[in-house]
DNA sequence: CGCTAGTATGACCACCTGGTCATACTATGG
DNA sequence: CCATAGTATGACCAGGTGGTCATACTAGCG
């Protein structure tokens, strides 16, 4: 897992790295704009300043293309992931530290993170079911083992099922994040122009929320 | 408001309703599989069995079309949302009801709610916004008096800003509209798959959580 | 029947797409 | 200074797009 489904050609390793920053810049910023289809070759090469019979040179096709610059986004995301605090062993404390770094991630790596956006709701990429695989934050596999723990642990209600508990969490932490990186899904929360402190201010709230609904409850005869 | 961005021409009105219906059907089939964007009109002209030209003559562009096609989806929610149970007092019970509508509004016309999603994640569609407003279901317009109500009732907790309660039961109630749609974003709860007696077990169970985490709490000094 | 007004038609238009390839350029080694 | 290997180029291709329009058809009326 995590290997490239396809590389670009000995010819690009071979360019200086300024033009491979060039061309890579110019495709990661065409395909975050407008997603697989949509994106223009013509348009990549010219931000890019190359011609198009070189930009086949360096890459089979679209497809191999698109795939090197995804293949770019899970490495930083992993990057990312591998930085998250291991220390914290609260369940609700450790889904901060995932959100934060999501949080950062979008900061660092915006046009990245619409591409990543755009593959989520774009229907027919290649692919597209492996891509999402290899990335998707909060998702069962990622939240799967960690709830698990949380729920043996009696850190999380044992009445409701896993899955519920996973479709909760990865609904609610999801689109936090797709409204901090678009502004159109956020009901007037406006996050994407909230200082850092108003913004975690926020995150607190909906995990305290979360927790309230989620946690074990003390039994009261009734 | 509510009003339609454009009209059909009036040779369109002038058609036998079984052609209208045709044509409309296989509108609305290519714009629900592939978005605004994408869709072609000489696949909608070729499923309706109608020669470009007709089209063009019943519609002044592609725009025109999807607007209507568009509009006669926002007629329909309308037409749901008006038969949710007014009766019900209960803050929950009410969300509840209109999630109800929502998956029997999904139910009865699943592919105008794939349109719907497709605007709602595809970005350059004209007027989108416009389109949206018409429409959104969990928005804070719909939500918003809801929970003002229910917040001055104290059937949900003071110490958080409307927004936030807003945000949390949005993003839980649509995603599981979309989820319940679509399937690749459930979690593995697998819903499309789902009985109806076990669906709302799983719709219970999210509420129960919303409810604990949004109730107001009982002051316990520490 | 013949005239006319409304409608149906698909060849056609300009434009764009991803992709190809003969040609031209350039740098290196002999 | 030449030969060769690697690379850069953009005209070109087939196939698609939304949209147009001269032409053909057809229904109803006198």
Redesign the pocket.
Known sequence: MGDSLSLPR??FN??PAE?RDKIVGAAMREFSRQGYQK?????IVKAAG?????L???F????ALFFFIFDSFTELVKKTVKQVNKQEKEFFGQVRYVLQAGIEFIDQYPEYFQIYLKVLFEQDIPHREKLLAQVRLFSREYFGPLCARAQKQQAIRQDIPLEVVIFILDATLDRFLQSYARSYLDCGLDLTRKKREELFAVVDMILQVLQEGLKERVKIDN
């Open positions: 000995h010819t071979n360019l033009k994106a223009s070759i013509n348009t190359i011609s198009k019979g070189s086949y040179q360096y089979d096709n679209k497809e």
